[in-house]
């Protein structure tokens, strides 16, 4: 007899660990393995961030329990946010949460939303949380290809007249991970008519909606037209500051679910710790000057990375934002096979594209979270694979 509940014993097993092995043992030998595998930030977050923690958790006030749906502040300040970057009015009681970091509000939102049974269209490739999320609350998944001949954006077609009947709730991610796919308004407003029409919940995850390059900005789907009535918005600090382990985000958008997903995370956490709120406050009422920093530091890696895999004869598109570049396998080699032999010969972890969903087949995944003179290291070494 197993205590293990049946839902978690049927999850994939987790997407990093057979790489970490091989990583564990190669360095054992005597390898410098360089982790382009990690879809995290390598850099600091803002000093005035940190300042700011450290200020707020002087003060004996702030060790008590938070809000349940995060301090009147922080609610205040992600409106704030939104009005200056997006002109998206948003009322601070009701439409705007805190999460311990977005994953946490995605995983949760499903299981407000979602009754066993469901069906979820989510992303394909796509972040894995989505499918795992729905695994758990018992729902359906059903991918919508993403595909580079179409700019990454849903091809609503290739779903059945019964799947988009059935669906509940339907999962977007722009700028996307993991093909850094940036898109315009249009796709969001889009997405809304189609969620509208079909009477399904639209999310959009905007976890890298600040990270992105030159001119480019990405738009939020709250931007479209009644988007309110039909869609709500994941935002995170932990891409864009630099603030993964901080664990703090937010949801915005529809009131009613907004208020489901706050009423059952009041029955599972009691929201985040107040300083940091305060911190994560005190980086959204910034100029931002300190994300467009980040964002050049990223931009130089990804050009770099760019001319040298085009060089090579490896595919890429230039992205207009992410951390990542997604990038064509060889001819010959599948996604796995590549990125195993990237391993092996040139001691370089990248995550091989069918991690995120069957569509991501024939990909990799490259994040850019090392510094230019490591990234010069792994453009050497993979000039030289055989
Ligand atoms: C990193 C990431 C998240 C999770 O961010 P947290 O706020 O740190 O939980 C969500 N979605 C995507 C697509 C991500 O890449």
Known sequence: MSFVSDRVKSLPPYLFSEFQRKKKEMEANGVDVIDLGIGAPDLPAPEFVYEKLVEEAKSPLNHRYSIYS?????????????????????????????????????????????????????????????????????????????????GYIPIYDSLS??????????????????????????????????????????????????VTFDDYVSPSVLQAPNAKKHAVEFGSLSKSFNMTGWRIGFAVGNKEVIQALATLKSNIDTSQFIPVQKAAEAALRSDLSAVKENNRIYKRR?????????????????????????????????????????????????????????NGEGFIRIALSVTEERLDEVIGRLKKLS
Do not use: C
């Open 70 to 150: 995060g301090m009147p502040s922080f609610r205040e300040a992600v409106a704030a946010f939104y009005k200056k970057q997006y002109d998206v009015a948003l009322d601070p009681e009701t439409e705007v949460l805190a999460l311990i970091g977005s994953k946490e509000g995605i995983a949760n939102l499903i299981q407000a939303v979602a009754n066993p049974g469901d069906t979820v269209i989510i992303p394909d490739p796509g972040y894995p949380v989505y499918r795992t999320a729905v695994h758990l609350a018992g729902g359906v998944s059903v991918p919508v290809p993403l595909d580079v001949n179409n």
């Open 302 to 358: 990804m050009e770099k990375l760019h001319t040298a895999l085009n060089e090579i004869g490896i595919k890429t598109e230039k992205p207009r934002g992410t951390i990542f570049v997604w990038a064509e396998v060889p001819d010959g080699y599948t996604s796995a096979g590549f990125a195993d032999k990237v391993l092996e010969e040139a001691g370089v972890i990248v995550t091989p594209g069918n991690a995120f969903g069957d």
């Open 161 to 210: 007249k019964e799947e988009v009947q059935q669906a509940k709730l339907m999962f977007l991610n722009y700028p996307s991970n993991p093909t850094a796919a940036t898109v315009e308004l249009e796709t969001f407003t889009e997405a809304v008519s189609f969620a509208e029409k079909n009477n399904i919940l639209l999310v959009n995850d905007a976890a890298y909606d600040l």
